[in-house]
């Protein structure tokens, strides 16, 4: 059965059973319908304020932040639906680390629903796993995200593209100023991407060390732009 088949019964069977199977938030567990989250917890969901458009830290009026203008990252774009926090933090965990795949969906249209202007991108490319860890988790979360937006968006998907060719120790374990030294050298693309405009998912950005340095491993593959999407930012501590 060809693969765009296979993805049009899943999507089908998915939606059949959740319309028969009554719902109960995710957060809170009141009944919901069809929906994953209550109106009520999703509209508790912290949103980001005006923001960096490079790095989607806050900024004023949406301009580009300080940091982004004397030292530009490699990415040329990035946007969260969310900031990473209670009760967000519980889904992404969950998503992540207990299988609850069902999220992803939820997720991608997140993504969509909050973004400024419409997707203009020539490629999608999931941030990749170590083999290790994605034996471990049986699947790769920004993978898993990456397929519905690329259904719905029309833009191509290249789940293979790029590998994770160091297992470094994660980043969540180590203290911010540590991470980008850990990341180097973690990535390797194996398909051109010359001239086009490449939008990398992933589910949340702290420091941005990672996605730094996959940027830096698109554009010497050619990519002519590099724009993030998340499901949430995490916000520098007090004081940063």
């Not at 009944?31 to 989250?37: D, E, K, M």
């Not at 949103?47 to 490079?54: E, G, K």
């Amino acid at each position: 059965m060809p693969a765009t088949m296979a993805r049009g019964w899943r999507d089908r069977f998915v939606g059949m059973v959740r319309t028969a199977l009554p719902q109960a938030c995710a957060l809170c567990a009141a009944p919901t319908g069809t929906a994953l989250i209550c109106a009520a917890c999703a509209g508790a969901l912290l949103r980001l304020p005006q923001t960096c458009p490079r790095c989607a830290l806050p900024s004023a009026e949406g301009g580009l932040c300080g940091q982004c203008i004397a030292d530009p990252p490699a990415f040329d774009r990035s946007q969260a639906a969310f900031v990473y926090a209670f009760p967000l933090d519980r889904l992404v965990q969950s998503f992540k680390y207990h299988g609850t795949l069902a999220y992803a969906d939820w997720f991608a249209q997140a993504m969509l629903e909050w973004r400024a202007r419409p997707p203009a991108a020539d490629v999608l490319i999931p941030v990749p796993l170590a083999r290790r860890r994605q034996r471990e988790r049986g699947f790769n979360q920004a993978l898993e995200i990456a397929k519905p937006l690329s259904r719905w968006t029309g833009i191509p998907l290249l789940a293979d593209s790029a590998i994770r060719v160091r297992d470094t120790p994660p980043q969540a374990s180590l203290p911010w100023s540590e991470r980008a030294k850990n990341i180097r050298g973690a990535f390797a693309c194996a398909t051109g991407l010359a001239g086009r405009r490449v939008i990398v998912i992933d589910d949340v950005m702290t420091t941005g060390a990672s996605l730094e340095e996959f940027a830096k491993t698109l554009k010497r593959a050619g990519a002519a732009s590099v724009e993030n999407w998340l499901i949430a930012r995490t916000l520098p501590p007090a004081g940063e």
